[in-house]
T-cell receptor, first 114, second 111 residues
Framework: DGGITQSPKYLFRKEGQNVTLSCEQN?????MYWYRQDPGQGLRLIYY???????QKGDIAEGYSVSREKKESFPLTVTSAQKNPTAFYLC?????????????FGDGTRLSIL | DAKTTQPTSMDCAEGRAANLPCNHS???????VYWYRQIHSQGPQYIIH???NNETNEMASLIITEDRKSSTLILPHATLRDTAVYYC????????????FGPGTRLSVLP
């Protein structure tokens, strides 16, 4: 079945380490997104990409980096510069041909600091 | 900031209709209304969206007032599995506009 796969489901990071969260989609969507969710709060946009080899900062990009080398993949790296990385991270994708189309989400990666 | 206002929480009896309200009094002419829900520890699930006409799909119905300043999501026969946080979002129909999720409404379906 088509969908968005995020891995791992749970991730633990030591202080000072970079970690990379995986997001893969087989929906043939052009656009992909990364969000962060803190307990009891809504989602906040980190980065998004409308097309391969191009991406834009969202509202809270500091301490994060992304790449978009393939249409299907949009990995997110949480760097040591992100001072409060513990959160639930969600990846989404959407088509761009019809601009009112909804985003579809993966099941998230929960990142914790050891 | 989210452009919508929703009640913090609601209860609904199993088997009854769940009516979730959303105010979006500053909505613009090119902004759609989207509804998502999120079950604990999962990603948000798309439910339905619309511009000005009422919409229905296999999951729910969306009723948008004529002035478009508010809408209601209707789950016609709520089940325990519908217990989730429901998000109402307005988003313009253009590139670069992204979904802004507020805190949503926590719906509890009670047996």
């Amino acid at each position: 079945d088509g969908g968005i796969t995020q891995s791992p489901k749970y991730l633990f990071r030591k202080e000072g380490q970079n970690v990379t969260l995986s997001c893969e989609q087989n929906l043939n969507h052009d656009a992909m997104y990364w969000y962060r969710q803190d307990p009891g709060q809504g989602l906040r946009l980190i980065y998004y990409s409308q097309i391969v080899n191009d991406f834009q900062k969202g509202d809270i990009a500091e301490g994060y980096s992304v790449s978009r080398e393939k249409k299907e993949s949009f990995p997110l790296t949480v760097t040591s510069a992100q001072k409060n990385p513990t959160a639930f991270y969600l990846c989404a994708s959407s088509t761009t041909g019809l601009r009112n189309q909804p985003q579809h989400f993966g099941d998230g990666t929960r990142l914790s600091i050891l | 900031d989210a452009k919508t206002t929703q009640p913090t929480s609601m209860d609904c009896a199993e088997g009854r209709a769940a009516n979730l309200p959303c105010n979006h009094s500053t909505i613009s002419g090119n902004e759609y209304v989207y509804w998502y829900r999120q079950i604990h520890s999962q990603g948000p699930q798309y439910i339905i969206h619309g511009l000005k006409n009422n919409e229905t799909n296999e999951m729910a119905s969306l009723i948008i007032t004529e002035d478009r300043k508010s809408s209601t999501l209707i789950l016609p026969h709520a089940t325990l599995r519908d217990t989730a946080v429901y998000y109402c979002i307005v988003r313009a129909d253009n590139y670069g506009q992204n979904f802004v999720f507020g805190p949503g409404t926590r719906l509890s379906v009670l047996p």
